[in-house]
C-alpha cells in the first residue's frame, strides 16, 4: 500500500467459474473447469507479478462467479496487487453463495464493494433468464452486507425478461429498495448471439417494454434517494462505483485472467480466452496476450464524447459542435457550461452515439 497522491487506475480480474450459465450470457464463463481454480489463482498472481502494474485505486473481480472461488484464492490475487489507500475493492456475488463466512473472510481480506446479481425479485422471471438463486438469499445479503461493515454494496438488476411484467418489474424495484441499497444498478436485456436468449427469437426484449420499465427504474430510485450517475446506474451520494467511472472517463486499467480486457493511452489489448490457455501460457512465461486495436486521436475524441455522455458529469459544452447541439436537439440538457443527457437521451443512448462527430 501507499499513502502517496496516485494517478487513477484500475485493475479488473476476470474469475471464469460459474455453477450454471444463464441463458443471456456470451461472457468467457464455464461450469466444468473447477478443478482448475488453484491453477487459475495462481497464473492470475503470476501475471501481476510480471505486468509492473502501478498502484491500483480501484479493483473489480467479475466473471463469471467470482464469489464461487475460494475466498483463501481469492484474497491470493488481491494481495498481490499493489493498492493505494483506500482503493476501492469490489467483488461480484451470486446470492446463492454468500455465507457469513464468505464475507467475513472478504472483509478482513481487504474487500471494500459487493456487488450482488439479483437481476429480479420474481422467481418466475429468474426462471426466464436461467437464473437460479433464492429471492430470499438477496435479503440475507443485504443483512450480511450491513451487519458485517461494507458501507458500499450493489444490487444489479435486469428488466425485459420474457414474461415479465410491469407489475413484475415494480415488484422487484420494491422489493430490493426497501433493502436501502447505497447502489443500484439495472441494465436492460440484450441479446447476445450464440445464447441460449439468441436462439428462442420468443424470448426476445420488446424495445418499448425495456423503455417503459427504465423509466419505473428512473422515478423509484429517485423516490429511494438513489441518483442516476451513468444511464443504467443508480447511487446514493459518495456511493458511485468508482471502477467503473474510471471506464467511462477512458481512464488506464489492467485485465487479469482469461478474455480479460486492458486499456492504456488508447491502445486495447485483451488476453486468451480459455483458461487452460491462460494457465498454461503463464506457467510458460508467454505473453498472455490474445490481440489489440489502438484508436487514433479522433476515434478516441469521439469515444470520449460517447462514454462521458452516458454520466451525469456529462461534457464542457465546448466538446460539441453547434452541428453536435442541433442533432442532439431533444436528447441532451444544455446549461450553458456542460451537456449532459436528458432522460429521453439516456433511453436512445445509441442513436446520441452515432450522431456525434
Given at each position: 500500500?501507499?499513502?502517496?497522491?496516485?494517478?487513477?487506475?484500475?485493475?479488473?480480474?476476470?474469475?471464469?467459474?460459474?455453477?450454471?450459465?444463464?441463458?443471456?450470457?456470451?461472457?468467457?464463463?464455464?461450469?466444468?473447469?473447477?478443478?482448475?481454480?488453484?491453477?487459475?489463482?495462481?497464473?492470475?498472481?503470476?501475471?501481476?507479478?510480471?505486468?509492473?502494474?502501478?498502484?491500483?485505486?480501484?479493483?473489480?473481480?467479475?466473471?463469471?462467479?467470482?464469489?464461487?472461488?475460494?475466498?483463501?484464492?481469492?484474497?491470493?490475487?488481491?494481495?498481490?496487487?499493489?493498492?493505494?489507500?483506500?482503493?476501492?475493492?469490489?467483488?461480484?456475488?451470486?446470492?446463492?453463495?454468500?455465507?457469513?463466512?464468505?464475507?467475513?473472510?472478504?472483509?478482513?481480506?481487504?474487500?471494500?464493494?459487493?456487488?450482488?446479481?439479483?437481476?429480479?425479485?420474481?422467481?418466475?422471471?429468474?426462471?426466464?433468464?436461467?437464473?437460479?438463486?433464492?429471492?430470499?438469499?438477496?435479503?440475507?445479503?443485504?443483512?450480511?452486507?450491513?451487519?458485517?461493515?461494507?458501507?458500499?454494496?450493489?444490487?444489479?438488476?435486469?428488466?425485459?425478461?420474457?414474461?415479465?411484467?410491469?407489475?413484475?418489474?415494480?415488484?422487484?424495484?420494491?422489493?430490493?429498495?426497501?433493502?436501502?441499497?447505497?447502489?443500484?444498478?439495472?441494465?436492460?436485456?440484450?441479446?447476445?448471439?450464440?445464447?441460449?436468449?439468441?436462439?428462442?427469437?420468443?424470448?426476445?426484449?420488446?424495445?418499448?417494454?425495456?423503455?417503459?420499465?427504465?423509466?419505473?427504474?428512473?422515478?423509484?430510485?429517485?423516490?429511494?434517494?438513489?441518483?442516476?450517475?451513468?444511464?443504467?446506474?443508480?447511487?446514493?451520494?459518495?456511493?458511485?462505483?468508482?471502477?467503473?467511472?474510471?471506464?467511462?472517463?477512458?481512464?488506464?486499467?489492467?485485465?487479469?485472467?482469461?478474455?480479460?480486457?486492458?486499456?492504456?493511452?488508447?491502445?486495447?489489448?485483451?488476453?486468451?480466452?480459455?483458461?487452460?490457455?491462460?494457465?498454461?501460457a503463464v506457467a510458460a512465461g508467454r505473453s498472455v496476450e490474445a490481440a489489440s486495436e489502438s484508436l487514433d486521436d479522433e476515434s478516441r475524441r469521439v469515444e470520449g464524447l460517447q462514454l462521458s455522455l452516458r454520466t451525469r458529469a456529462g461534457v464542457p459544452r465546448s466538446a460539441l459542435s453547434v452541428g453536435d447541439l442541433d442533432d442532439l436537439d431533444g436528447l441532451v440538457v444544455d446549461d450553458g457550461e456542460r451537456v449532459r443527457l436528458s432522460v429521453t437521451g439516456r433511453l436512445l443512448a445509441n442513436e446520441v452515439a452515432v450522431r456525434l462527430r
Open positions: 500500500m501507499t499513502g502517496e497522491p496516485q494517478a487513477l487506475f484500475g485493475v479488473y480480474v476476470h474469475i471464469p467459474f460459474c455453477a450454471r450459465r444463464c441463458d443471456y450470457c456470451a461472457f468467457a464463463t464455464w461450469t466444468d473447469r473447477h478443478h482448475l481454480q488453484a491453477a487459475y489463482a495462481d497464473a492470475c498472481v503470476g501475471e501481476i507479478s510480471s505486468a509492473s502494474l502501478p498502484p491500483a485505486t480501484s479493483v473489480f473481480f467479475g466473471g463469471g462467479t467470482p464469489s464461487l472461488l475460494e475466498p483463501s484464492l481469492l484474497l491470493s490475487v488481491l494481495d498481490a496487487i499493489e493498492r493505494v489507500d483506500g482503493a476501492e475493492v469490489t467483488v461480484e456475488c451470486n446470492p446463492d453463495t454468500v455465507t457469513p463466512t464468505l464475507l467475513e473472510a472478504y472483509r478482513a481480506g481487504g474487500v471494500t464493494r459487493l456487488s450482488f446479481g439479483v437481476q429480479s425479485m420474481v422467481p418466475h422471471v429468474l426462471a426466464s433468464l436461467g437464473r437460479t438463486h433464492d429471492p430470499a438469499n438477496v435479503r440475507t445479503c443485504a443483512s450480511l452486507a450491513t451487519s458485517l461493515g461494507f458501507e458500499s454494496w450493489s444490487m444489479d438488476l435486469i428488466h425485459g425478461a420474457a414474461g415479465e411484467s410491469s407489475d413484475d418489474w415494480r415488484r422487484t424495484l420494491d422489493e430490493v429498495l426497501s433493502l436501502e441499497p447505497p447502489h443500484v444498478s439495472a441494465y436492460a436485456l440484450t441479446v447476445e448471439p450464440g445464447t441460449p436468449l439468441a436462439a428462442d427469437p420468443s424470448r426476445h426484449p420488446d424495445d418499448d417494454d425495456e423503455a417503459d420499465k427504465y423509466l419505473l427504474a428512473e422515478v423509484a430510485c429517485v423516490a429511494a434517494g438513489l441518483s442516476s450517475y451513468e444511464i443504467s446506474n443508480w447511487a446514493r451520494p459518495g456511493h458511485e462505483c468508482r471502477h467503473n467511472l474510471l471506464y467511462w472517463s477512458q481512464g488506464d486499467y489492467r485485465g487479469i485472467g482469461c478474455a480479460a480486457h486492458s486499456h492504456a493511452g488508447g491502445r486495447r489489448w485483451w488476453n486468451v480466452r480459455t483458461p487452460e490457455r491462460y494457465i498454461s
